[in-house]
């Protein structure tokens, strides 16, 4: 019985969401009031964070192809740093969603989950773009 309720809640939800969503785009990310809103700010919060981890792997790959072209120079067996980080970060994405869908367990089913996993997903993305950020400035800077 628990869980038709929650297939009735969640059909709810989906059905009513276009009319609500037209409410959001209003919505102050600096003092959110309701659940809806705190969902939908935690949202933009991964969306800004997103955009940032893509500048982020821009800059890496140019260094990693500026590491290629050098190396290329000496011996083509040495060659791979962009097909290293390339294949990183195909890797790194699922890993991602699937941890932030476990942190999203926490509240299973209930009007928080879909926050905890976009905060979830926003925290892991800036760790991942420090870390490109880093790979980006070399050794050497």
């Keep these: 019985m628990k869980h038709l309720i ?41 969306q800004a964070a997103d955009a940032e981890l ?8 140019a260094q990693m192809k500026s590491y290629d072209e050098g190396l290329a120079e000496y011996a083509k067996e040495l060659v791979g740093a962009a097909n290293a980080l ?28 879909p926050q905890l996993i976009y905060d979830c997903n926003a925290r892991m993305t800036r760790i991942r773009t420090d870390e490109l950020k880093a790979l980006a400035k070399g050794l050497g800077n």
């Design 6 to 46: 929650l297939l009735a809640g969640a059909a709810f939800l989906m059905l009513s969401a276009p009319s609500l969503a037209q409410d959001l785009p209003n919505v102050n990310c600096k003092d959110p009031q309701t659940q809806m809103e705190f969902t939908y700010c935690a949202e933009q919060d991964w």
């Design 86 to 113: 390339k294949e990183a970060q195909r890797a790194w994405i699922p890993y991602r969603d699937k941890a932030c869908e476990a942190f999203g367990f926490q509240a299973r089913g209930g009007s928080m989950e």
């Design 54 to 61: 893509n500048k982020a792997y821009k800059a890496a790959m």
